[in-house]
Structure formats: C-alpha cells, structure tokens
C-alpha cells in the first residue's frame, strides 16, 4: 500500500475544471515529482493534497486513513507538512522561533499561559538540529527576513520538516532561485530522501529528473503519464510536447 | 525598526528593568502628582486604563486583531461591578470577580463570532458589537440606568481576611489599583512570552503557516479576545468603582478608538510597554493641555496624525531608537529567550 494516495480527484473552481479525475500515490521512502506546464493545475493539485481546499468528489488517503475534506492543521498534524511557492514564514521571528514553532513537542505546550517559551532547552536543541539539516546552523539568532532567498527557501524546508512529517510536500521549491542555489538545493534534497518520503512539484525538468524515483505529469488537469524518469523518457507524450526536450 | 516578537535575553525573567521603573514611579506619584500641577484621581485614571490598555494589546499588537468595539468590554465589567454591589451585596472581591467574568462572557459571545474573520471583516464586526452592548446599555434602563448611568456605586473595602482597608479615599483606591495593575502586568508579562503568546505572535506573523504547522488559529484568536476582554472587564469593575458609578460613554465608538490611539501612539505595536507610555501621554495631554485651551483634542489629534505618518512605531519605537547604540558587528545571543 502507499503510503499516500489520492484517489479520482475532481476540483473545479466556478466553471473551471481545474482538476479532472486526478489519481496518485507515493511510495514510503521515494522522492516523488508531479510535473507540467504553468496553470496544469500543479498547485491546486497541491492544495487538495495538504487540506487547503476540499475537492469536489475524490478520496485521499494517508496510510490508509482517509484525511479528505480535513482543515490544513488536521492535515498537518496527521504528517503531512509542505512548503509554499511563495515564501510564507514567521517574518518577525528568528530562524530559530521558526522552527520552534513548527515542533509538536512545542505545539504540546500551546495551552501554557504562564510559562517561558523557550525555556525548556530540548526544544532548542531539537531546533538546532533541523538547522543543521538544511545548512543553516549557526544562524539561529538571526531574524528570518534577512536570510537571502535560498536560504529562506531552505528554512522554509526547515519548518515543514520541524513538524516531523511523514510526508513533505515541496511547492515548486526550486522558483525565484539561481543555478547555485537550485543546485544547493539538490543536494539538500538529496540528503533528506534518505529519511523522508517525499513529494515535489516543479516546472525545472532537469532539477527533478536528476532527484525523483517516480513523476507523474499533468496537464489539463489530468494525469497523461507517469513513470520513473528513464521511462518518462521515453514516453510519446512527454516527447513530443516542451517537456521533453528540456529533460 | 523593532518588533513585539524581536528576543531579547531579558524576557524569560519574571521581573525586569521596565518594571521596575514603572513600579517605583507608580508608588512614589502620590508624593509628587500635587507638586507638578496634577492629582491624585489622575493618577487612579492612569492606572486603570494602563491595565486596559495592556490588555487590548495582547489582541491588538501581539495577536494583530484590530478591535476596534473594545470599550464595550470596560463597559460591562463596569455594570457588571455596580450591579453586584446593589444586587448580590457589598463586595470589592465579588465586584471584580464579576466584572471580570461579565466582561469575560461578552468577549466569548462576540469571540466566537468574529474569531473567524480577518482584517477589515474582523475590524467592522468589533465595532458593530461595540454599537450593540453601547446602545443596549442606553437602551435596557431598568437595567443600566440608561443615559443616566448605574449611580451610588459604592467602594468597598479591601478586606484580606485579617485586616479590612477602607478604600474610600482616592489615595487608599490609587494603590489598590497599582497593586492590581501590577498583577495585570505579571501575568501579561508571562503570557506573551510563553508557549501560547508565541503562537499568538505567529498568527500575527502568518495565519497561514501557522495553520499549516498544526495550529487552529481560530482557537487562539478567540481566546485572546476573551483574555483582553477580561483585562478590561477588570478594569472596568476599578473604573466603577473609582467613579462611583458607570455610564455608557466608555462603550461609545469614539472611546473605543481612544484606546486605539493610545496603543498606537505609545508603541503597542512595538513594545511590550508601549501602552503604559500612550495611556500616560493621553492623560497628561488631556489635562495639561485641556487646562490650556478647549481644543486640546485637536492637537491631540495633530500629534496622532504626525506620530503615524513620521514615527509609526510610536513613543517606544522612538526610546528604543534613542537607547540603542551602534553596535560593533552582531554579538551572539545568549541563551533562550524573547520578545520585549
């Protein structure tokens, strides 16, 4: 069984089919990427997923457990962390409260009114090491809003990953970001795959085709191939339209 | 420019400097207030409203819910006070636990309505409820008194089990206050610096994120709301007393946009005690200016205007500006710690 699956998701938005009878699974301890062109429905798709809109008809499935139709911080809370195209932190906050506040361990003390926040000093040091993780240790102290933008994309990756997820949506992680920092990237991700199951959207063909185990396209809101990335290769589809080229 | 959510090292410390100064201030006012032209009343006025204030800015400035209907909450504890003393019977401790709880019950009725909403919808729904509990306390004269207001409010003393202290007297009353205000002050001090005055500040920050990493926002939101509509519940149940009588004006819409102001001004937005600096600004300017001329709302208002347009961050923003030095490469932080 997959560890996540979606089952014929339907979402239109007014008359717009957005999304069309979408089907999709991901494997426990794969990297897995959707792609397609701009307006596929990619990130609505990723939207359903996470609990940020409810689809129409459709079910899906977290280990079995159907989370349909749940508000996002149900979602989240059953495993399902992600990250956001456009950078969405606590702007105010310190690299570090970012990731605090992520931690369920700090999330079980949301109803202490009286107590120093961050005074018990695992929390810091379980922060530290998600730090450490996506390159930003030693930069702790420092207020969110200042880190460049590769480094906001990968604190970003940070606090999805605070929430210990069983899953980690990737929201186009690779956008806004320059050949050195994509490359960065890669490598972070490519450290991650070996403890994390993985989903990604991305328009960048040669950035998920050198990190996924398995893409799914989409196009006009459907799903028109999926495969591992040799085989996607060679699929007519994705030959003959853009994609193909530029993997 | 400095933020409500910056850490700094001094925070986890159940006392701090700023306390300190405000405390020795509050205590010692009664010995000089008369010797700069002003007196002692003024001084029970500042006191109360700084615990009104404080509290509105843990919804305001922290949480980033912009009521702006918050009198209505010092109204009812105010009612709620004076209906105890001339219905349940004569108690400071009944009167205020009273005001707390009314004030308290208001803020969850309204909460629950608005918790869900943001910005503008959150705003003009404030001041819609505001309108209803100013115009039911206008309206419901068999209840309120009407225009007339709840009269013969009485001050009962403080009784503390072995010894009973009459505050009928405004200097007896003024440190009773400044007791309380202390405790206010305690309490705010731990609560936005602990886990859920944090999660408060994120949701501030980005009601989104904080969603997606597990929070039910709308929980929080309502909350806040009812713990600020209970700090001015409380200080309505002094306001009460310290006038002998309750009147509907504070709930109007123009007296909840004076707190506004006052948070604004002093630095709520900035500032732990940007509050305490707005409530002081706006008494003194009404009573040293008001002594001047009539019009002094209106440079009242003339200042307000300036402050928003030159110095958003309010009179604290400007201290911190003022204090801070330019510092030699960024230093390391000690250990755990945040916001002032």
Known sequence: ?247 | MPTLSDISPRSAAWVTPPMLVLGFVMLSAPLWLGAVGLYQYLGIEIAIWMIYALGFNLLFGYTGLHSFGHGAYLGVGGYAFGLFQHHVGSSLWGGLAAAILAAGLAGVLVGAAVSHRRGIYFALLTIAFGQVFWFSSIKLHWLTGGEDGLLNIPRPPLDLVFLEVPLGDNLSLYYFVVAVLALAILALWRMVNSPFGRILQAIRQNEMRAAFVGYEVWRFKLMAFVLSAMFAGLAGGLFAMAQESAYPDVMSLHQSGLIVMMVLVGGGLVSFWGPVLGVVLYFVARDVLGALTETWLLWYGLMFMAMVMFRPEGLAGVLHRLRRRPEPGATPRPAASEGA
């Open chain 1, 1 to 247: 069984m997959a560890l996540f699956e979606a089952r014929n998701i339907h979402k239109r938005f007014g008359a717009r089919v957005v999304l069309e009878d979408i089907s999709l699974s991901f494997e426990e301890g794969q990297v897995s990427g959707i792609m397609g062109p701009n307006g596929a429905g990619k990130t609505t798709c990723f939207h359903v997923l996470t609990g940020r809109h409810a689809p129409d008809r459709g079910e899906i499935l977290l280990q079995g457990r159907s989370i349909v139709s749940l508000p996002p911080q149900r979602v989240a809370r059953l495993g399902v962390a992600r990250s956001f195209q456009i950078m969405n932190l606590f702007d105010d906050s310190t690299v570090l409260e970012n990731i605090v506040l992520a931690l369920p361990a700090f999330r079980a003390r949301r109803r202490k009114l009286f107590s120093a926040a961050f005074a018990d000093p695992g929390l810091l040091d379980a922060a530290r090491g998600i730090l450490d993780q996506v390159g930003l240790g030693g930069r702790e102290w420092e207020p969110s809003v200042s880190l460049s933008y590769g480094d906001r994309r990968a604190l970003e990756i940070g606090v999805a990953l605070a929430a210990q997820p069983r899953v980690l949506f990737l929201d186009e992680p690779t956008s806004g970001l320059g050949t050195e920092a994509t490359q960065n990237l890669a490598q972070l991700i490519k450290r991650l795959r070996q403890r994390y199951t993985i989903v990604i959207i991305e328009h960048d063909m040669r950035f998920l085709f050198q990190l996924a185990d398995r893409i799914s396209v989409i196009h006009w809101g459907q799903v028109i191939a999926e495969g591992t990335p040799e085989q996607l290769r060679a699929n007519k589809w994705v030959q003959r339209s853009a994609l193909g080229e530029l993997a």
